[in-house]
Every structure is written in structure tokens, then in C-alpha cells.
């Protein structure tokens, strides 16, 4: 593509630092809060930068005895590895078979799979913890991870599907005529195009395991299995004056990793790709 | 229990009453407190462990929030811990179906062990039917008034002095015994008029108001344990209501509605931090934060103090009558606990002398035994240090117990309530007038407290017919995908049919094993009254009846959800297509501003609610200083005029205060998280072949050109996922709402979700909430199936020839 045009250029560079401003607001607020003093925070509009600006917050959320960053940090990397291993490789699969074979009922099948995501959870909650109670998992990482494995949820499975179709059959025709079975189309030609989606997928997963609050508020009970976002939960206790100053700094330190992963991610985006030359 | 395991645990516990143990036992203690709270906890619990060896304590946290949600699933699942952290308006739900037992039968087993220690308003609140569910830990009287001596001395007040009383007027012949006269002299206006000091403000609304009804001797229900009749069309109780909103917005004596939330941080206590108001109406838990807030010496410093708050003559005797709610709680022993002795050496530690102590030195909880609340560390004495002697009349406390007035246990009172409740914020907006406002909640509540109270005893779940039934739904799904076949399939197909299968092994295994059962099982569950914690019983199709014919939030909030699908949704999709255009340009730094634009999408719940609270507040708010100016006197583009239509209030929008402007605050604060939606959009930018673009550049097309003929068609696949998922996500809309209104103000955001949650968990009727979510399904369903016919308009490569 040659250059657009310098005025197209300013534009959207004005749009860029622009909306990059708007959307940076929340978060440059929760830190600017974090970085207050109890007393400062009590007294400054949010919108004010610190006038004394302290780490002790940080310092408080990450040494706290009774709620230890570093065992949460470590859970909540172990549980997210593990569903975004799963997540990829099953949903990659699942939508494999939807987006390129033949079989006996694959649109209603397809349907099936989308049903899953209609239901509302709250009514599958408990059913589901004590199936889960059942199989002897309760208080372990396995409900948080074996499912990740076992298809990787419908949205997953759909949006690989979606990006799976809209790729040309040329080269996994081509890789047929050569004698490659599915297994080798899908594992060897159709994953290396995905990528930009697989790194959508992952990243959501990663993101979505990070974030959950509501899994492992269930599924674990001991403090020393909590992750992040469950623990640093703690922060905000009923009380009407909740600690805001360590509120905010604890979601500072929960969203800094995940800053860091998608800034490097993104790249897949682009690099990813490899399609320039199909015809 | 073998006789002999039983045997050993009795010795255990009469041995480990002198410190000697002979048997191991693990007892699981589940609290909320959080923060300082828990560190006390769990060093009440340790003290615990080393005053009884071989009895080990190990204490969960869940959040307040999802505590109850979280029990239930244990009771449900037979997994619940030992001893659980309880209070007034929680425990009638498990102790009336049996899940927590009652401990009277105990007290005999420690020696020293006098109920009559207790405060009795808290122990006899945890009575049910005659029986005591719950050991009080700590009791916490809201009739406390938290004053700043400094604003008291510049107007020339006397410090109260706990004694004064409450009128409808200000009754300047009685000066600083009179509540209202005080409030009068301590606010302030400018020049303008525009209050700049206010003489009081309640931690939140219904704390005064409560306190207002109570001293006038009256109450919401009729009976606080089987109410049968709800008050709040009472002439005081709408007196009340309409006085505190006018005190707000005629008066300006107290801040209104808009003020409280343009000012506070969680609650107004914010206000009384900033001196912006004298006084401060709320429990004494507030007091830790005000220590680290207000530390001597430091800037923000001003001297405070605590009192009692008013009474109000009765005009029948002359004498005053003092009454305000209460908070408080305890611990309960659940019934599947398997080692009661130690549960009950565990529960009279934790709700008794040796961890209160502790409370009680952290200034955390006012001790539930009254001589412990009458004695240091809890009342400041000589070893009492520094920092730790605010507030100084810490004795109030013991006082304000003697006027302590409960919520109503009932377990269906906290539903019920709602409907009144969800009205308040609307009063004191001044959208509805109290007397309309709480008439049009009694039409409703009406309704629903008549089914509750006519409720029949149903037949046991009839688990052949389900089973039944299950199975035809079963095999109707399986003759529907694999039903009589048009033809037979050819080897080459068969072996297709096959390896797909194979590729499809993963998620059958994971449906049939994981997702479809408690899927199948909601089903039987939305023809049945379920309670989460006792058996099923049987209704056959009532729940949908129900639904369609008699909820009174049924058609609401499927119509607020559906408004909100049709804004939401249509606007996140251009919003997120256009962001993801934008990001799709080569920048310098892209990778940087990527990130910025999704950012919000990362960050935690919690504290982006706190966050968008903030920006949508009507004054000093971000967004309304954008559209009025710095000065609050602009109007941007003509918006504020818009909004005022739209609201039908003078003034700044009052985003989330306002019913009609609530819903449209929350479908703005989504766009913030259109960033997800760019995520996959740009994925399918970047998945268009590059020699598309050049193929059109040779052909001499111009970048609309381009984006008609190319990038649109070839994004449709990605634009037909975002619509289909986005709608289905928006049907399912909770947690903002959850979080960031809860409902209101008056219904406006009370989502689909949100009320099959509450009928879920707060009015424990799963089986009513599971027909709720399988409408939804249907709704959903029906939607879907509807843009399914957008496919055809949807350029798959992969099938094009």
C-alpha cells in the first residue's frame, strides 16, 4: 500500500492520541489513586494528580502477610497457562471441524454448541459445583483448567470458526492433492494462518482466567490457593469506607501483567500472518 | 461416626477445656471480613490453635458479596464449612431449612459460658422460633453521630451531648437540643447560594431515614419474623422519606442525592473527611479509616468526637424516644459439621471474650458481651495509646445499644423490600414523591407478598416424570441432529463423518461429562420450588405462569434488557469497528496505542466501577465537565440541553442518580470496553490477504472504494461473530448493573439477569430463577436463529468459487 495522503495521516494520528487519552482515563485514575495517601485520597478530587505521591500502597498490597501477592500471582499464572494452552489447541480443533469437514449434522451441531453460551449461568452454578464436589475437585485448580481442554467454550470455538472460513481452501487442497490427511491440515497448513485469531483467542482465555472472580471464588477455599483478582477482593470489605487507596493500588498491580502480555501480544496480530502469498 | 471416634472427640473437648488434646481434628472457619478484619481473624484463630492442641482452624475469606451465594453451594453440595460467619438479616434462610444448628443445647458444655453476657437485642434477633442459630460477635448500633468539634466551635454550638431529639422544624427555643436546628446552623452557603457547608449526612439514605421512622415508633413490617404486612405507605413512614428529600434539595441542609454522589469516594463519609459536613451518621466501624485519615498532626487533622443520635418526642407522652438500626454479627455452626464439641470451643472463642479483645482493640467491632464493651481496649482508658483514643466517648456505643432496632429476619423480607427500596433513590432524586413513589412499590410487593403468604405445600419432586421427560428431551435433540436420513452416505463421506467426530472429541466430551447435565437439570429444576438447600418439590409448568401472568419484574426487566441490547450492541460494533480501522494503520508506536484502547477491557471490576462512579457524577464528574464546561454554565454542542429533556430535571445530568439517564450511562460506559470487540476485528483485518489491496490499487480504487469492495466483505465473517456473541452477552448483562446500580434508581437498570439472580439467591427460588433463564435461552435463542439469516450476506472464502 503506498503512504495515504499527510492530511489522512494527521487524522488519524489525531484520532489515535485522542482516543488513547479517553480511554486511558480509568486507569490513569485508579493509579493516581493509588498513589494517594489515605489522607490525600479522602480529601483530592480523583481527577487531581497526587500532590505527595507514595508507594507505600503498593508496598502494603504486595507485603501483606495475610494476603500474599506473590502465592496469588503464582496460582493465577499456573491457572491461566493452563486454560490458554487448552483453549487454543481444543477450540482450534472443535472449529476445525466446523469451518472444513463434512459430517452428519454439522449445522445443528453448531447450534448445539452456541446453546451452551445462551443459558444464563446462575442457574447452571450449582449443579455444577456439586458435580464438581462429586469428582473430588472442589478446592483444587481443576475446575478452572480441565474444561479449557475440553473444547474451550463455545465463543472460542465460534470465533476460530468464523476466522477459519474466511480463509481460501487453496492450500489445504493443495496439501490434499499431496496426500495430508485432516490432521495434517489443520495441524501443519490451517493453524499457522490463524494466527492473529489464535492470539485473539489466547489472549481473551488468559485475560478471562486472570480476571475471573466468580470460579475461583467457588472452587477454592484456602487462602494459599486464592488467585489475584479473589484475593485482592479482599481489600473491599463490606465496611462503607473501604481502604480505595489499596483498592486501587491492588488493581493496578492485578492489571500491570496483563498490560505487559497484551502489549507483546499484540504483535501476533501482525506477525501471525502469512498469507500473502496464496493465489 | 463410629461410637468410638464420637467418644474420643467428647474427651477431646473436655480434655482440650484444660489445654490437653488427644485427637486431631481440622475445623473449617469461613468469614467476610476483609483486610484488617481478617488479620484479626486469623490471629484470634492461631491464639485459638495454641490454647487447643490437636484442634486445627482453617479459616476461608469469601466476600460479602458473594458469601451467602457461595454457601449455598457448599449446603447444596454437602461441602459446607464448620462454623460460618452469620448476621440478623442472613441466618433465618439456613436455620429455618435445617442447614446451621442451633447451639442452646452447648451452652452447658463450658463451664463458664452465661448467654446473659450477651447484649440481648443481638442474641434475640438470632432467635428463630425460640431456638439461638447464631452467637453474636459483635453488635454495631447505626444511631451513632460522628461530629467535627472544630465546625461546632467556629458556629458557636455546644458539643452535644447525646441527650438532644429531632423535628419535623428547626426549634431554635430549644438550641443545641434540637437535631434539626443544629443541622440548620452548621451548613453554609456561598454568595451564590450554592451550599458550601452542610450540617449533616448520613453514611446512606436509609440510616437516617430508618432512624426517623423508628423514633417516631414505627416499623416497615408488622412482624419482624413472619411479616405479613409491609408499612410503607404508613403517613410517618412517607413523612419521613419526603422530609429527608427535602432536607436535601428545599433546604439544602443536608446534600441531596446529586451531592452525596458527586462527593463520595464508596459513601459520604468523604464529606465529613473534606469538613464539607459537621456531621456524620454511621456505625463505629468507621472508625479505623477515620484514624489513618485523620492523623494528628497531619494536614487533614480536626478534632472529632461521637454521640448519640436524636430521639423524637412522642406527642403522646412527651418523652423522648430514641431508635436507630443496627448492624451486627456472629457465628453459626453448619449442620454437616462432623466434630460439634470443638465447632462449639471454636464458635464461643470467636464470639467471645478472647477474639472481641481483639476486635475491639483494632477499634473493629464494638464486643457483643456488654461487660467487654464496657472496658479497655474497647472504651480508651490509660493504657490505652495515642492513636488509638479516638473517638474519645467511645462509651456511646454501650448507650446506643439500648435503642437498637433490627431489620426484619424473615428470609423473603430482603425480596420483598427491594421493591420499596429501589424506590428511595427516585424520592430522593425528586423524580417521585413519596407518597407516589412508595404506593406504586405496595402495588407490586403486594402482589408478590400474596403468593408468598398463600404459598400450598407442594407434591416431592416427581422425578420419574422428569427422568422421563428428560429423556424425550434427550432423544427429541438426538432425532432432531440425527433424524431419518435423506440418503446414505458413501464410504469417502462416512470416513469424513468419522474423522470429524474425531476433531469434535474434545468438546463432546466436555458436554456430556460437564455442561449438559446441570444444563438438563436447570430444565427439571424450572418445573419445581427449589430452595437450594432442602429437596425439590414439584410445580409442573407454575414457574412459567408465574412469569408470564403474576411477576411484577418480569415484562420490566426484560424490556430494560432489550433496550439496552438494541443501543449497546449496535453501537459497540461501530465503535469497535471503527477503533480497530484506526488501529489497523502503520504508526509509530501502534503497539502502545493498542494497548491504551484496551486497557479498559483489562482492568478489575471493582475499581473501574469506583472509577466510572466518579465519571459520571453530575458535578465534578469528568463527563459533565466536558459537556457544561469547567464553570458548569456550557452546554457542548447543545448535549446538556438534550439531557435535561431526556432526564426532566433542571441541572446537570444526574447520570446514575436519574432514572431515564441510567441506562443510557451504562450503554456509554460499555463503549469504554469496546476494546474487546476491536481485538477480534483487528484479528480479521489482519487476516485479509494483502494482495486484495494491491489487486484494487492496480485496479485504481480509491480507500472507500477499497473498504467497500475488500476490507467490508472479507470482515463480514469477523462482523457477523461480534453481532451474534454481542447480543448474546447483552441479554446476559449483570455485572455493571450489579455493581454499578444495583437495579436502580427505580428499576431503570434492573436487568433480566439481575432479577432471576435475586430471585436465585436472595429469594432462594432456583426453580423460579431456572424457568427465568429458559425464557432467556428461548428469547436468546430466537434471536440468534434471526441473524443466523444474516449469513447469507456473510463472504465466507472458504465457500466462495
Known sequence: MRPPALATRALALLLLVGGSIVFLIPFLASLSMALKSPGELATTSPWQAPIQPTTDNFRTVLTNENISFLTMFKNVLLIASLSTVGVVFSSSMVAYAFARMKFVARDKLFLLVLSTMMLPGVVTMIPTYVLYKELHWVNTFLPLTVPAFLGGGAFNIFLLRQFMMGIPRDLDEAAKIDGAGHWTVYWRVLLPLCGPALATVGLFTFIGAWRDFMGPLLYLNDPAKQTLELGLNTYNSMQTTSPWHLIMAASVLVTLPLMVIFFIGQRFFIKGIAMTGIK | ?801
Open chain 2, 1 to 801: 461416626m463410629r461410637p468410638s471416634v464420637r467418644f474420643a472427640c467428647c474427651l477431646a473437648s473436655v480434655v482440650a477445656l484444660c489445654s490437653v488434646a488427644t485427637a486431631d481434628v481440622t475445623l473449617r472457619l469461613v468469614v467476610w471480613d476483609g483486610d484488617d478484619g481478617l488479620g484479626v481473624v486469623r490471629q484470634a484463630a492461631k491464639e485459638f490453635e495454641a490454647a487447643h492442641p490437636g484442634i486445627h482452624v482453617r479459616l476461608e475469606n469469601v466476600p460479602y458479596g458473594q458469601y451467602a451465594t457461595k454457601l449455598l453451594a457448599q449446603v447444596a453440595a454437602g461441602a459446607s464449612p464448620d462454623v460460618a460467619m452469620m448476621e440478623p438479616k442472613m441466618y433465618q434462610g439456613f436455620a429455618r431449612r435445617g442447614a446451621c444448628v442451633s447451639l442452646d443445647g452447648f451452652f452447658g458444655q463450658t463451664p463458664d459460658f452465661r448467654i446473659d453476657d450477651y447484649y440481648k437485642p443481638i442474641v434475640d434477633v438470632h432467635r428463630f422460633e425460640g431456638k439461638l442459630y447464631v452467637l453474636p460477635r459483635d453488635i454495631a448500633p447505626i444511631g451513632l453521630i460522628y461530629y467535627n468539634k472544630r465546625l461546632f466551635k467556629e458556629a458557636g454550638l455546644a458539643y452535644p451531648d447525646g441527650t438532644w431529639t429531632w423535628d419535623w422544624k428547626p426549634r431554635p427555643e430549644l438550641k443545641e437540643k434540637d437535631f434539626t436546628w443544629v443541622i440548620q446552623q452548621l451548613s453554609k452557603r456561598d454568595a451564590k447560594g450554592k451550599p458550601v457547608q452542610w450540617g449533616f449526612v448520613p453514611a446512606w439514605t436509609r440510616a437516617f431515614a430508618d432512624t426517623v421512622v423508628y423514633s417516631q415508633g414505627l416499623r416497615y413490617v408488622d412482624d419482624p419474623v413472619h411479616p405479613t404486612r409491609w408499612n410503607w405507605t404508613d403517613p410517618g413512614i412517607v413523612k419521613a422519606y419526603q422530609w429527608i428529600a427535602d432536607l436535601g434539595m428545599k433546604e439544602q441542609w443536608i446534600p441531596s442525592s446529586t451531592e452525596i454522589s458527586n462527593v463520595l469516594m464508596s459513601s459520604s463519609d468523604k464529606l465529613f473527611l473534606e469538613q464539607k459536613a459537621a456531621m456524620f451518621q454511621c456505625g463505629i466501624w468507621a472508625v479505623p479509616a477515620f484514624r489513618k485519615a485523620l492523623k494528628p498532626g497531619s494536614k487533614e487533622w480536626f478534632d472529632w468526637d461521637i454521640t448519640l443520635a436524636p430521639g423524637h418526642i412522642d406527642p403522646r407522652t412527651g418523652k423522648a424516644v430514641r431508635a436507630a438500626p443496627t448492624g451486627g454479627s456472629g457465628y453459626a455452626m453448619m449442620s454437616s459439621c462432623r466434630h460439634q464439641k470443638e465447632a462449639w470451643l471454636l464458635t464461643t472463642w470467636m464470639a467471645g471474650p478472647p477474639a472481641m479483645r481483639l476486635m475491639a482493640k483494632a477499634g473493629l467491632a464494638q464486643p457483643a458481651i456488654k461487660r467487654l464493651a464496657l472496658e479497655e481496649p474497647w472504651v480508651p482508658g490509660p493504657s490505652t495509646p495515642e492513636d488509638q483514643r479516638y473517638p474519645p466517648s467511645r462509651k456511646f456505643t454501650d448507650e446506643a445499644v439500648a435503642s437498637v432496632v433490627f431489620d426484619p429476619t424473615a428470609d423473603y423480607y430482603l425480596e420483598l423490600n427491594t421493591y420499596y427500596e429501589s424506590k428511595v433513590d427516585s424520592v430522593m432524586a425528586g423524580t417521585l414523591t413519596a407518597e407516589r413513589a412508595f404506593s406504586l412499590a405496595d402495588n407490586d410487593a403486594k402482589i408478590r407478598l400474596r403468593q408468598i403468604l398463600n404459598q400450598q405445600s407442594l407434591p416431592p419432586f416427581n422425578w420419574p416424570f422428569a427422568a422421563i421427560g428428560g429423556t424425550a428431551v434427550v432423544a427429541g435433540v438426538l432425532l432432531w441432529l440425527y433424524g431419518p436420513r435423506q440418503r446414505k452416505l458413501s464410504l469417502a463421506e462416512r470416513k469424513e463423518n468419522r474423522a470429524a467426530y474425531g476433531f469434535l472429541l474434545p468438546w463432546i466430551i466436555g458436554a456430556l461429562a460437564l455442561t449438559l447435565g446441570p444444563m438438563i437439570l436447570s430444565l427439571f429444576m424450572s418445573l419445581a420450588d427449589w430452595d437450594i438447600m432442602t429437596p425439590a418439590h414439584w410445580r409442573g409448568v407454575g414457574n412459567y405462569t408465574e412469569a408470564f401472568s403474576q411477576d411484577p419484574r418480569f415484562w420490566g426487566s426484560l424490556r430494560v434488557t432489550a433496550l439496552y441490547t438494541v443501543f449497546a450492541v449496535p453501537l459497540g460494533l461501530v465503535v469497535s469497528l471503527a477503533m480497530a480501522l484506526l488501529l489497523n494503520t502503520k504508526v509509530k508506536g501502534i503497539a502502545l496505542y493498542r494497548t491504551c484502547f484496551y486497557l479498559p477491557a483489562l482492568a478489575s471490576t471493582v475499581a473501574t466501577s469506583l472509577v466510572f462512579k466518579k465519571l459520571f457524577q453530575a458535578e465534578g464528574g469528568l463527563i459533565n465537565s466536558v459537556i457544561y464546561g469547567g464553570d458548569g454554565h456550557g452546554d457542548l454542542f447543545g448535549i446538556g440541553w438534550l439531557l435535561e429533556k431526556i432526564a426532566g430535571a433542571p441541572g446537570p445530568a444526574n447520570w446514575l442518580g436519574n432514572e431515564r439517564l441510567a441506562l443510557p450511562a451504562l450503554v456509554l460506559m460499555s463503549l469504554w470496553g469496546a476494546g474487546s470487540g476491536m481485538v477480534i476485528l483487528l484479528a480479521g483485518l489482519q487476516g485479509i490477504p494483502q494482495f486484495y489491496y494491491e489487486a484494487a490499487t492496480l485496479d485504481g480504487a480509491g480507500p472507500w472504494q477499497k473498504f467497500k469492495a475488500v476490507t467490508f466483505p472479507l470482515l463480514t465473517p469477523s462482523l457477523f461473530f461480534t453481532l451474534v456473541t454481542g447480543v448474546i452477552a447483552s441479554f446476559q448483562i449483570f455485572t455493571q448493573a450489579f455493581v454499578m446500580t444495583s437495579g436502580g434508581p427505580n428499576d431503570s437498570t434492573r436487568f433480566f439477569i439481575l432479577h432471576l439472580y435475586n430471585q436465585a439467591f436472595e429469594a432462594l427460588r432456583m426453580g423460579y430463577s431456572s424457568a427465568l433463564a429458559w425464557i432467556l435461552f428461548a428469547v436468546i435463542l430466537v434471536f440468534t436463529a434471526l441473524q443466523w439469516r444474516l449469513n447469507r450476506y456473510v463472504h465466507y472464502e472458504a465457500e466462495a468459487k
